[in-house]
Nanobody, 124 residues
Framework: QVQLVESGGGLVQAGGSLRLSCATS????????MGWFRQAPGKEREFVAA????????AYADSVKGRFTISRDNAKNTVYLQMNSLKPEDTAVYYC?????????????????WGQGTQVTVSS
């Protein structure tokens, strides 16, 4: 059974930083791309960042480019999202997702597995 468990969310002031982690089990982590998505109240789930299986490729939403960094540690079966210069509009539940292939993907339909989500709240 594949499991993805996020951690690291919380409340932070605008301009601050948070680091999200997502620990994965149940499949060969190093063979698949990983992604982060987020969903704000009343809005659809949107793409944030993705990383290929070997970390050779990354993709970011325009809204977070230059502020967020996705990385992975294949020895620890964990993917990270470093979030800097946070803004109130970054407030959302953040979800980790396991890809269906090794390639970077921005479409949520390209992801087979999802974590339970972690709340990030940025105060102004």
């Amino acid at each position: 059974q594949v499991q993805l468990v996020e951690s690291g969310g919380g409340l932070v002031q605008a301009g601050g930083s948070l680091r999200l982690s997502c620990a994965t089990s149940g499949r060969t982590f190093s063979s698949y791309a990983m992604g982060w998505f987020r969903q704000a109240p009343g809005k659809e789930r949107e793409f944030v960042a993705a990383i290929s299986s070997s970390a050779g490729s990354r993709a970011y939403a325009d809204s977070v480019k230059g502020r967020f960094t996705i990385s992975r540690d294949n020895a620890k079966n964990t993917v990270y999202l470093q979030m800097n210069s946070l803004k109130p509009e970054d407030t959302a539940v953040y979800y980790c997702a396991g890809g269906s292939t090794w390639r970077v993907a921005t479409d949520r339909r390209e992801y087979d597995y999802w974590g339970q989500g972690t709340q990030v709240t940025v105060s102004s």
